[in-house]
C-alpha cells in the first residue's frame, strides 16, 4: 500500500471512528509503528488530523470536510458499485441534477455510455470529466469556488438550480440518521443538495454504508422526502423496515 493510500484510510476511519491507535494501523497496514506516526504527523501539519500520544483524533468527528483529492481516493470499490447501481436508474435522453460529492464523478463516468442526457451540476471535477461528451448538455451552475473542493455554492448557484425542473437528481451526503435524516458538513454544500432534490421528480441519495447512523453538521432533508437510496452492502435490518415505512426504496 502507497504511503497517499495509508493516509486516505487514516482519514476515512477517523471519519467512522473519530480515533485512530497507532498499534491497530501498524497491524493493519502491516507496517512499522514509525511509519504510521511518520503518516499522522505529515496529516497533522495539513491540519486534517490532531495528533495524539499513541494514535490521532479527527479534528471534528461531525463536521470534517475533507478536501476533494482525498475523499475521491477513499472507499472506491464502494463507489464504484454504487455507480453501477446508480446508472440502472437512468435512461437515454434524461435529464438530471448531480451534486459535487466525491461519490458523483465515480457516477458520471458510468453514465458517460448513456444518450442524450442533460446534466446540472456545481461540480467542476465533473464539468472537465463531460467535456469530450458532445451528444450531452451540460449545465454549470454557477457560484462561487469553495477552497479544495472542486465545487460551486452560494446563492447563485441555487438560484440557477432552482430555475429548472429535471427527472432526478443524484446527491450524496456525510450522515444518514433515522430522526435527523440527510445530514451534511457545512451549510453551503447542504443548500445545493436541497435545492437540486426540491427540483427533482425522482430524489435519488447514493451513499456508501459506512454513513448509515451517521451524523453530521447541517440537516439537508428527512429521508423520507427521498425516492431511493443506493447504497454499496446490505443495511442492518432496522434500515430495511424504516425505509419501507416511510416509502422509499432501498437498493444495495
Given at each position: 500500500m502507497l504511503a497517499i493510500e495509508r493516509r486516505r484510510e487514516i482519514l476515512e476511519r477517523l471519519r467512522i471512528d473519530g480515533k485512530v491507535l497507532v498499534s491497530e494501523l501498524a497491524k493493519a497496514f502491516d507496517v512499522t509503528e514509525e511509519t504510521v506516526r511518520r503518516d499522522l504527523e505529515k496529516l497533522d501539519k495539513e491540519g486534517l488530523v490532531s495528533k495524539t500520544y499513541g494514535g490521532a483524533v479527527s479534528k471534528s468527528s461531525s463536521s470534517l470536510d475533507l478536501p476533494y483529492s482525498v475523499r475521491v481516493g477513499v472507499n472506491v470499490s464502494e463507489k464504484e458499485r454504487i455507480s453501477d447501481k446508480v446508472a440502472r436508474y437512468v435512461n437515454d435522453g434524461d435529464r438530471l441534477m448531480i451534486d459535487s460529492s466525491s461519490t458523483a464523478i465515480y457516477i458520471v463516468k458510468k453514465l458517460k455510455s448513456k444518450k442524450n442526457l442533460t446534466i446540472i451540476t456545481n461540480s467542476v471535477k465533473i464539468l472537465l470529466e463531460l467535456a469530450d461528451k458532445s451528444d450531452f448538455t451540460v449545465l454549470c451552475t454557477g457560484g462561487s469556488l469553495k477552497e479544495?473542493?472542486?465545487s460551486l455554492g452560494g446563492s447563485s448557484a441555487?438560484?440557477?438550480?432552482?430555475?429548472?425542473?429535471?427527472?432526478?437528481a443524484i446527491c450524496?451526503?456525510?450522515?444518514?440518521?433515522?430522526?435527523?435524516?440527510?445530514t451534511d458538513s457545512n451549510e453551503?454544500?447542504?443548500?445545493?443538495?436541497?435545492?437540486?432534490?426540491?427540483?427533482?421528480?425522482?430524489?435519488?441519495?447514493?451513499?456508501?454504508?459506512?454513513?448509515?447512523?451517521?451524523?453530521?453538521?447541517?440537516?439537508?432533508?428527512?429521508?423520507?422526502e427521498l425516492d431511493m437510496i443506493i447504497t454499496d452492502s446490505e443495511p442492518r435490518e432496522q434500515w430495511k423496515s424504516y425505509c419501507a415505512e416511510n416509502g422509499v426504496e432501498l437498493i444495495y
Amino acid at each position: 500500500m502507497l504511503a497517499i493510500e495509508r493516509r486516505r484510510e487514516i482519514l476515512e476511519r477517523l471519519r467512522i471512528d473519530g480515533k485512530v491507535l497507532v498499534s491497530e494501523l501498524a497491524k493493519a497496514f502491516d507496517v512499522t509503528e514509525e511509519t504510521v506516526r511518520r503518516d499522522l504527523e505529515k496529516l497533522d501539519k495539513e491540519g486534517l488530523v490532531s495528533k495524539t500520544y499513541g494514535g490521532a483524533v479527527s479534528k471534528s468527528s461531525s463536521s470534517l470536510d475533507l478536501p476533494y483529492s482525498v475523499r475521491v481516493g477513499v472507499n472506491v470499490s464502494e463507489k464504484e458499485r454504487i455507480s453501477d447501481k446508480v446508472a440502472r436508474y437512468v435512461n437515454d435522453g434524461d435529464r438530471l441534477m448531480i451534486d459535487s460529492s466525491s461519490t458523483a464523478i465515480y457516477i458520471v463516468k458510468k453514465l458517460k455510455s448513456k444518450k442524450n442526457l442533460t446534466i446540472i451540476t456545481n461540480s467542476v471535477k465533473i464539468l472537465l470529466e463531460l467535456a469530450d461528451k458532445s451528444d450531452f448538455t451540460v449545465l454549470c451552475t454557477g457560484g462561487s469556488l469553495k477552497e479544495g473542493s472542486l465545487s460551486l455554492g452560494g446563492s447563485s448557484a441555487e438560484k440557477m438550480i432552482y430555475s429548472y425542473h429535471v427527472d432526478t437528481a443524484i446527491c450524496s451526503c456525510k450522515g444518514l440518521d433515522m430522526s435527523l435524516g440527510v445530514t451534511d458538513s457545512n451549510e453551503i454544500d447542504s443548500l445545493i443538495k436541497k435545492a437540486m432534490f426540491s427540483c427533482a421528480e425522482k430524489k435519488i441519495l447514493a451513499l456508501d454504508g459506512g454513513k448509515f447512523d451517521g451524523k453530521s453538521f447541517v440537516k439537508v432533508c428527512d429521508v423520507g422526502e427521498l425516492d431511493m437510496i443506493i447504497t454499496d452492502s446490505e443495511p442492518r435490518e432496522q434500515w430495511k423496515s424504516y425505509c419501507a415505512e416511510n416509502g422509499v426504496e432501498l437498493i444495495y
